[in-house]
């Protein structure tokens, strides 16, 4: 079983459109969690943190259910720039924390 | 800031050469690390530095060697390049803040043949 496990994809959706992705992961003692965004041929880049309380910025919503290891993240009102690949990251365990785990990543495509 | 940078952007080698990936960040940052990104294989760790003097192994150190030359340089080495390393190659740093955020540099993308 991979670490990290998200739903390829692609989603499409039309804009204005709301989406949202899941993602598992399988070590219950990850610490950290993160939804990273990743651009045609370019680096990742943070969206958001989760929270295990839960937390929304601008039209993004995350949520964390530690009890069920799995981490949502929410995209409301789609726009055409949402358009890219969603990274699930959790911290690792070893190291003090010091290592991410990546998930393959989530397709996402917004279409008039 | 420049954040996190990367030489080259784009590099060819035949098989059975090396060369030494180049990367920096000016963000002061303690920890350091070299991923490799496949079509669906996600990114992958190949070594990183949790502070200037230590390197340690990722999930697919064989084939590479790094150097934490200073805070600022970890450079990644292939001694000698082979087909399967053909990737891009992402370098990242992060502090020691809670959050565990990592930036990452432009990539490089390499290919042997």
């Known amino acids: 079983r991979k670490e990290v496990e998200q739903d390829p994809g692609p989603f499409n959706v039309p804009e204005g459109a709301t989406v949202a992705f899941n993602c598992t992961y399988s070590?219950?003692?990850?610490?950290?969690f993160f939804w990273y965004r990743q651009d045609c041929r370019k680096e990742p880049k943070l969206l958001m943190s989760?929270?295990?309380s839960g937390n929304e910025d601008g039209r993004f919503t995350a949520q964390l259910n530690r009890a069920s290891q799995y981490i949502s993240l929410l995209i409301r009102d789609s726009k055409l720039s949402d358009s890219a690949t969603y990274l699930c990251v959790v911290s690792g365990v070893t190291g003090g924390g010091n290592k991410l785990t990546f998930g393959t990543g989530t397709q996402l495509k917004v279409e008039l | 800031n420049a954040g996190v940078t990367q030489t080259p952007k784009f590099q060819v080698l035949k098989t059975g050469q090396s060369m030494t990936l180049q990367c920096a960040q000016d963000m002061n940052h303690n920890s350091m690390y070299w991923y490799r990104q496949d079509p669906g294989m996600g990114l992958r760790l190949i070594y990183y530095s949790a502070s200037e003097g230590t390197t340690d192994k990722g999930e697919v150190p064989n084939g590479y060697n790094v150097s934490r030359l200073n805070k600022r340089e970890f450079s990644l080495r292939l001694e000698s390049a082979a087909p399967s390393q053909t990737s891009v190659y992402f370098c990242a740093s992060r502090t020691r803040a809670r959050n565990y955020e990592q930036y990452f540099g432009p990539g490089t993308r390499l290919t042997v043949t």
């Open positions: 070590n219950s003692a990850s610490q950290s």
């Open positions: 989760v929270y295990s």
